[in-house]
């Protein structure tokens, strides 16, 4: 056999294709609500946009994103967030998994402790073990705030915030965030956030914000995005952005000799997608969708006297398991008894214990079956 790095050894299978590999044995029948991908279709002036820059013959892309994707991204900042950023320090990724995995091998080295939250998207750890980091995990009040004492640490190096968290949905706003800042700071670290979900703004009054609302950011952030709410998941294309000309340029190196950037028919997709108000007002409609999706689904599993969270800003129900059940026996229960494949909330850290997330990436009619389904397992 080859030599094998070994980080590989701590390796953990992927989470969905665990899960799909379940749901493929079970056979016919199983109602899936595990997906953090979209199931409405892609807008068609974005896929019309597409379909036109496919036609002609392109070289190598620029590996750090074309100017006028660079610099619809700077604009949505201002649209969305109030927040002015040089189009010169963003950067266009093949999707936030990549980076999210790759930022480390830049902005830490081997023995290093990042600090991450738990729950989590389990990516960061998985990275961090393989490249052979610490990863410490702190873990959220009861208000799903983060416990800032957890990061009264002398050494670490990167801090990962998911601004909305997946899998339970937990906000924090300015002031927290200012607080993880400004330790990040003292820590000469580097403060990563993640708004994949930031514009799933569903059954909260208040949205998210971008990592740059907080004081204290500018210096040490770089914050990862996409175009989910577009429903261009697999389109594989996304943006890292940063107020810090130095931290830009780090990335600028490392992507200039790491790949050969986006295609470009995919960023004129993107592109569009940022730049056209068809497209944005077809992504309000979406949105409207998954709105009613999440009422529906909270209404009726708070019917059946279960503790709901999530669902404010992203598509995930985060539900309390019945008394005197683990996450982990009552999705398999579930699974067994009622042909329903939900995600435990230990796949997403230990303080997932208790827990199980929905997706409301199903039709209306299937998230009522999923509600019927649960109650005979109740």
Request: proline share 6%; with cysteine; glycine share 8%.
């Amino acid at each position: 056999m080859p030599k094998i790095n070994p980080g590989f050894a701590a390796l953990q299978p992927y989470l969905f294709s665990t899960l799909a590999a379940k749901a493929v044995a079970k056979g016919d029948g199983v109602l899936q609500l595990v997906s953090g991908n979209p199931d409405l279709p892609t807008p068609e002036v974005i896929t019309e946009a597409l379909a036109r820059a496919a036609t002609g013959y392109y070289p190598d892309p620029p590996s750090l994103g074309d100017d006028r994707l660079r610099e619809a991204i700077a604009q949505y900042y201002v649209r969305q967030f109030g927040v002015e950023i040089s189009a010169e320090n963003i950067i266009v990724g093949h999707g936030t998994k990549t980076d999210l995995w790759d930022i480390g091998r830049v902005f830490s080295a081997e023995g290093d402790t990042y600090i991450l939250p738990d729950p989590g998207y389990p990516i960061v750890k998985e990275s961090s073990v393989f490249e052979g980091r610490t990863p410490h995990e702190v873990p959220f009040s009861k208000e799903h705030i983060w416990d800032l004492r957890c990061l009264d640490r002398s050494e670490f190096s990167l801090v990962y915030l998911c601004n909305p968290n997946n899998p339970n949905g937990a906000v924090q706003y300015k002031d927290t965030v200012s607080a993880i800042a400004a330790r990040a700071v003292d820590a000469n670290a580097l403060l990563l956030c993640d708004i994949v979900y930031a514009d799933f703004h569903l059954l909260s009054d208040k949205a998210a914000p971008s990592v740059f609302n907080a004081e204290g950011t500018d210096s040490v952030a770089v914050e990862l995005g996409g175009f989910k709410a577009y429903s261009m998941t697999g389109f594989r294309v996304s943006w890292f952005a940063t107020k810090n000309e130095e931290i830009a340029q780090r990335w600028k190196r490392f992507k200039n000799n790491r790949d050969k950037g986006t295609p470009v028919p995919i960023q004129v997709a993107a592109c569009e997608a940022l730049t056209n108000k068809e497209a944005r007002g077809a992504m309000a409609q979406h949105m409207d969708v998954y709105r009613k999706r999440a009422g529906a689904l909270k209404k009726g599993l708070e019917g059946l006297g279960l503790e709901v969270h999530g669902l404010g800003h992203t598509p995930f129900a985060w539900v309390r398991v019945p008394q005197g059940c683990t996450s982990a026996g009552f999705a398999q229960r579930l699974l067994d008894e009622c042909n329903l494949l939900v995600v435990p909330g230990t796949a997403f850290g230990s303080e997932g214990e208790g827990f199980v997330r929905l997706s409301i990436f199903a039709d209306e009619g299937q998230i009522q079956e999923a509600v019927s389904r649960i109650s005979r397992a109740l």
